[in-house]
Nanobody, 115 residues
Framework: QVQLVESGGRTAQPGESLSLSCVGSGYAFSIYPMAWYRQAPGKQREGVAVASNDGDLYYEDSVKGRVTISRDNAKRTVDLQMHNLQPEDTAVYYC?????????WGPGTQVTVSS
């Protein structure tokens, strides 16, 4: 079955950088777009970035210039590098893929930005 597992979340100070990683299994990783979402306390889940299966990259406006998404099809991973972290980046970050019309999510990884 499709499984996604995120890692890399931690507590960071404003201005720091961190990298999140997601490994996918149970499906043909290379042919599906992979996405990162986040959900801050008391807010709806929102998209952060997408790495399409043909190399195109998309970013939510609020993170453009601070976030880089990348994928390694051989390793079945999609990474999210975040720079100049701000308190508003505090959220649970989720990896996402749509396979066969079904959305799959990982359990999430917590990022907390606090001084």
């Amino acid at each position: 079955q499709v499984q996604l597992v995120e890692s890399g979340g931690r507590t960071a100070q404003p201005g720091e950088s961190l990298s999140l990683s997601c490994v996918g299994s149970g499906y043909a990783f290379s042919i599906y777009p992979m996405a990162w979402y986040r959900q801050a306390p008391g807010k709806q889940r929102e998209g952060v970035a997408v790495a399409s299966n043909d190399g195109d990259l998309y970013y939510e406006d609020s993170v453009k210039g601070r976030v880089t998404i990348s994928r390694d099809n051989a390793k079945r991973t999609v990474d999210l590098q975040m720079h100049n972290l701000q308190p508003e980046d505090t959220a649970v970050y989720y990896c996402n893929v749509w396979v066969g019309g079904v959305a799959y999510w990982g359990p999430g990884t917590q990022v907390t930005v606090s001084s």
